[in-house]
């Protein structure tokens, strides 16, 4: 399974951050898969925002979930994140990362940074 996340290198703040997820070589559906989407602040450990299930069902960090949203196309077997309201702490290497109990497949990671 490859991944590769696509999107704008450089947001502003207040604006929405908007982040898409390639995958090939498997399904976005495939049983038991969660395909999920991880940061990683200049300096700090990896953090988890959330998750689109293999069912359609969505998992959010709790301390994201008021600015986030994840969706899929499974026509493109593609998935999405959007981060709303973004200041400067927001920049950040975005993954997405996939598994069925851990984070088996990785894409290479997106520099977003926020600024104006």
């Known amino acids: 399974v490859q991944l590769q996340e696509s999107g704008p290198g450089l947001v502003k703040p207040s604006q929405t951050l908007s982040l898409t997820c390639t995958v090939s070589?498997?399904?976005?559906?495939?049983?038991?898969?969660?395909w999920n989407w991880i940061r990683q602040p200049p300096g700090k450990g990896l953090e988890w925002m959330g998750a689109?299930?293999?069912?359609?069902?969505?998992y959010y960090s709790p301390s994201l979930k008021r600015r986030t949203s994840i969706s899929r196309d499974t026509s493109k077997n593609q998935f999405t994140l959007q981060l709303r309201s973004v200041t400067p702490e927001d920049t950040a290497v975005y993954y997405c990362?996939?598994?069925?109990?851990?984070?088996?497949?990785w894409g290479q990671g997106t520099q977003v940074t926020v600024s104006s």
């Open positions: 990362a996939t598994g069925r109990r851990s984070y088996d497949y």
């Open positions: 070589g498997g399904s976005i559906t495939t049983n038991y898969y969660y």
């Open positions: 689109k299930a293999y069912s359609g069902s969505t």
